[in-house]
């Protein structure tokens, strides 16, 4: 439900826009239950929220080797993007301090890497990007295929699990799929 104040006259079919500053203003419990489901959400829509949203926080600001333009990671509330000059190439998420009960349940789930509530932590299975998510499922369905085979170790020994299958990403931002991944 929004409400809707005018201050003209709006035209029949006319198309209304929402001013997300005016409920970024609003107390967390007086925000519609639709923006708060939008600022959780852990998908591209969510990011983009808070990058409306969010002040943005330059954790990481360096000149690029291979071109004029500058390589940067940026945090907008729980998401960071690491950009090469006005390109986005990959994005994490990351529990705050902000989400301490988020981060209790998380410590207490298996293959969750949490070091504690009052720092930032990387939730490596919330993959943002639609392609990158693409990417990730496409990586598992390969690896599923082969689960049936003997195990096998790598070069240096390790057990590389079931089948030993391995997948090569490739590509500033694939890290995130190797995170989510692994």
């Given at each position: 439900?929004?409400?809707?104040?005018?201050?003209?006259?709006v035209?029949?079919?006319?198309e209304?826009?929402?001013?997300?500053?005016?409920?970024?203003?609003?107390?967390?419990?007086?925000?519609p239950?639709?923006?708060?489901?939008?600022?959780?959400?852990r998908?591209?829509?969510?990011?983009?929220?808070?990058l409306?949203?969010?002040?943005?926080?330059?954790?990481?600001?360096?000149?690029?080797?291979?071109?004029?333009?500058?390589?940067?990671?940026?945090?907008?509330?729980?998401?960071?993007?690491?950009?090469?000059?006005?390109?986005?190439?990959?994005?994490?998420?990351?529990?705050?301090?902000?989400?301490?009960?988020?981060?209790?349940?998380?410590?207490?789930s298996?293959?969750?890497?949490?070091?504690?509530?009052?720092?930032?932590?990387?939730?490596?299975?919330?993959?943002?990007?639609?392609?990158?998510?693409?990417?990730?499922?496409?990586?598992?369905?390969?690896?599923?295929?082969?689960?049936?085979?003997?195990?096998?170790?790598?070069?240096d020994?390790?057990?590389?699990?079931?089948?030993?299958?391995?997948?090569?990403?490739?590509?500033?931002?694939?890290?995130?799929?190797?995170?989510?991944?692994?």
């Amino acid at each position: 439900c929004v409400r809707v104040l005018p201050k003209r006259s709006v035209a029949c079919g006319e198309e209304l826009t929402v001013d997300y500053a005016q409920l970024r203003a609003l107390p967390p419990s007086r925000a519609p239950a639709w923006y708060r489901a939008l600022l959780d959400a852990r998908l591209e829509d969510g990011y983009y929220a808070h990058l409306q949203g969010s002040p943005p926080t330059t954790l990481l600001s360096l000149p690029s080797a291979a071109s004029a333009s500058r390589v940067r990671v940026v945090q907008h509330g729980p998401w960071r993007v690491m950009w090469v000059g006005t390109v986005e190439q990959g994005m994490t998420y990351h529990l705050t301090p902000t989400r301490p009960l988020e981060a209790a349940a998380a410590a207490e789930s298996p293959g969750q890497r949490v070091a504690s509530a009052s720092c930032a932590s990387l939730m490596p299975r919330v993959v943002g990007f639609d392609y990158q998510r693409t990417m990730v499922a496409a990586a598992l369905a390969l690896h599923s295929a082969h689960t049936d085979r003997k195990p096998r170790a790598s070069n240096d020994g390790r057990l590389l699990g079931k089948g030993g299958s391995a997948a090569l990403l490739v590509g500033l931002g694939a890290g995130s799929c190797a995170a989510a991944l692994h």
